[in-house]
């Protein structure tokens, strides 16, 4: 997607809830604090694009940051204040979350079938290296409540990905209504991997606007 993008100064953000230490997984919080940090570096204008469970600490970490222009949500959590990633899904796991406890650490995911669940459009090679490059992910960071709501003060966009193995379209479409404007794809739940340029396209109309 970055290759995608010449001319666009992209920064990108790595999630503290996620990685390949258990031990050393942040949760919800830390990560919205991180994203916070990020946009603060750049200055401004910035438009943030928040991808599936990125869209919650992303909602949280900038409802009063004056630098961002707006916030994309591309198949992602665009939650309400008092909402988690879990109770927003009726408080129900996911049927592809793999739970993993260890004595000092407590409950972390993996996904049952990433390929099938993140891939489903991705070429083969692609999809089978994306997959093992995923780590653990902080199931307490599925059950944090949003205390801040970025996308009620900062105008949001919402790409729904119409193939999508993770979070159901139907589910994108109640997420939508909360966004100022809906975009579409039809693509799996990772466009930025199966089509680049497509999502490239929308990215760089989102930074055209006034």
Sequence with gaps: LIDDLPGIDVHTVALTSCGDDPKALGDMYSDA???RAAVEAIGGPVVVVAHSYGGVPTTQALADA???????????FQLDAGDSLLSSAGGDPALWWEFHRQEGVGDFLTVANPVEVFYGDVDSSVAEKAAAALGYQSYAATTQKLTAVAWQTIPSTYIICEADGAIPP?????FAKRADRTLRLNSSHSPFLSQPSALAQLIRHELSLP
């Design 33 to 35: 604090a991180a994203i």
């Design 170 to 174: 139907f589910v994108q479409e109640l």
């Design 66 to 76: 004056s630098n961002v222009k707006s916030i994309v949500y591309l198949a992602a």
